[in-house]
């Protein structure tokens, strides 16, 4: 499968990779020339997220990747290094003990290869590096593939190690004082910055977003996914997420009683982050606030801790929807409110005591 990601459709690649990481996946090998924390984390997540903490510490890590031009980040590097069962090879270190960070020959593979059994591997191959920005805001490309003989992703992957040496603390204190001493060149060190911090916005000036749906300027049923600003939340558990009147339509569900003074469930959306599935977790019609409120899985519950994140509902092709929050801050969710301004579809939460805003991509 084909997979483009651009600045309007941002995170395709993460998306892609937690569609093929399943519950039973028994390893993890990637082979990226430049590698960041932000990037690392997101696939990790991914990763931790499907397979449960017991398994993701039992399994082997693998990490390819180079110190050419210094734009590999040494906290990266550092964080695989200090997970469970995990190995780090780099390319470059015979220039390294040179004085240098220019290569002679570039490392330059994008690989990512996951074990589903003993038998079989799903890959993603493209051209995004394990950066932050290759698996948000970038203009990307890669092919995804499931079910490949484990022996044909051996093979590949033994070929993107050529010429690779397993890092070690003083490669790795090496490293971290030349690449101060020689920065990456600023032509090229974009690729390890996070996503710039999108230009503030007042959410008086945005369009409310249930009139647009009220005119027929949009339809939310129309996006693969709807995200909102956590701020915070209502509820004792601070679960509850204040989403704008029209907000059911997203989730396919049909309701009219915005005259009805009281509370109503509209729909019970089964929500996924990972393995964890729920399909008990309740959109309301709140009458005394005239607003539509979902009740999020706690902490407790498998969830998440809400305040001041974002919140994403990713529609997934069985119906059901991933749950994705994210620091508000993040790379991830800066990339999802670029995505909503430039599209046009970023809007006003609400009317009353709200600042919040809500996008769909």
């Given at each position: 499968?084909?997979?483009?990601?651009?600045?309007?459709?941002?995170?395709?690649?993460?998306?892609?990779?937690?569609?093929?990481?399943?519950?039973?996946?028994?390893?993890?090998?990637?082979?990226?020339?430049?590698?960041?924390?932000?990037?690392?984390?997101?696939?990790?997540?991914?990763?931790?997220?499907?397979v449960?903490?017991?398994?993701?510490?039992?399994?082997?890590?693998?990490l390819?990747?180079?110190?050419?031009?210094?734009?590999?980040?040494?906290?990266?590097?550092?964080?695989?290094?200090?997970?469970?069962?995990?190995?780090?090879?780099?390319?470059?270190?015979?220039r390294?003990?040179?004085?240098?960070?220019?290569?002679?020959?570039?490392?330059?593979?994008?690989?990512?290869?996951?074990?589903?059994?003993?038998?079989?591997?799903?890959?993603?191959?493209?051209?995004?590096?394990?950066?932050?920005r290759?698996?948000?805001?970038?203009?990307?490309?890669?092919?995804?593939?499931?079910?490949?003989?484990?022996?044909?992703?051996?093979?590949?992957?033994?070929?993107?190690?050529?010429?690779?040496?397993?890092?070690?603390?003083?490669?790795?204190?090496?490293?971290?004082?030349?690449?101060?001493?020689?920065?990456?060149?600023?032509?090229?060190?974009?690729?390890?910055?996070?996503?710039?911090?999108?230009?503030?916005?007042?959410?008086?000036?945005?369009?409310?977003?249930?009139?647009?749906?009220?005119?027929?300027?949009?339809?939310?049923?129309?996006?693969?996914?709807?995200?909102?600003h956590?701020?915070?939340?209502?509820?004792?558990s601070?679960?509850?997420?204040?989403?704008?009147?029209?907000?059911?339509?997203?989730?396919?569900?049909?309701?009219?009683?915005?005259?009805y003074?009281?509370?109503?469930?509209?729909?019970?959306?089964?929500?996924?982050?990972?393995?964890?599935?729920?399909?008990?977790?309740?959109?309301?019609?709140?009458?005394?606030?005239?607003?539509?409120?979902?009740?999020?899985?706690?902490?407790?519950?498998?969830?998440?801790?809400?305040?001041?994140?974002?919140?994403?509902?990713?529609?997934?092709?069985?119906?059901?929807?991933?749950?994705?929050?994210?620091?508000w801050?993040?790379?991830?969710?800066?990339?999802?409110?670029?995505?909503?301004?430039?599209?046009?579809?970023?809007?006003?939460?609400?009317?009353?005591?709200?600042?919040?805003?809500?996008?769909?991509?």
């Amino acid at each position: 499968m084909l997979i483009v990601q651009n600045a309007a459709e941002p995170a395709s690649l993460r998306n892609a990779l937690v569609d093929i990481v399943t519950a039973g996946t028994v390893d993890i090998r990637v082979a990226s020339a430049y590698v960041t924390l932000g990037g690392a984390n997101i696939l990790l997540s991914a990763v931790a997220n499907a397979v449960g903490p017991a398994a993701f510490a039992a399994m082997p890590k693998t990490l390819v990747t180079s110190f050419d031009f210094g734009l590999t980040e040494p906290q990266a590097l550092q964080h695989w290094r200090a997970l469970a069962n995990a190995t780090v090879f780099v390319s470059g270190a015979q220039r390294l003990a040179q004085g240098s960070l220019m290569p002679l020959r570039a490392f330059h593979p994008k690989l990512y290869v996951f074990g589903r059994d003993p038998q079989t591997c799903s890959t993603l191959v493209g051209s995004a590096n394990l950066t932050s920005r290759g698996f948000s805001v970038n203009t990307e490309v890669a092919w995804v593939q499931q079910s490949i003989p484990r022996a044909d992703a051996d093979a590949a992957f033994d070929k993107a190690r050529f010429e690779t040496t397993a890092l070690t603390d003083d490669l790795l204190a090496a490293y971290t004082a030349l690449r101060q001493a020689q920065p990456p060149p600023p032509e090229i060190e974009q690729e390890a910055q996070p996503v710039a911090a999108p230009a503030p916005v007042a959410a008086a000036a945005l369009p409310l977003f249930r009139l647009v749906i009220a005119n027929g300027a949009i339809n939310p049923a129309d996006y693969a996914a709807m995200w909102v600003h956590g701020e915070a939340l209502q509820g004792g558990s601070s679960n509850q997420l204040e989403l704008p009147r029209g907000g059911h339509r997203f989730f396919g569900f049909v309701f009219d009683q915005y005259d009805y003074p009281h509370n109503l469930t509209i729909g019970e959306p089964v929500l996924r982050s990972g393995a964890r599935v729920w399909d008990d977790r309740r959109l309301t019609w709140h009458g005394n606030n005239k607003m539509e409120r979902m009740n999020l899985p706690t902490a407790a519950q498998g969830g998440f801790e809400y305040p001041d994140t974002a919140v994403m509902f990713r529609r997934l092709t069985d119906g059901s929807f991933e749950l994705i929050v994210t620091p508000w801050e993040s790379d991830l969710a800066r990339s999802w409110r670029l995505a909503s301004a430039q599209r046009q579809t970023l809007f006003r939460l609400g009317t009353v005591a709200t600042n919040r805003i809500v996008g769909l991509i």
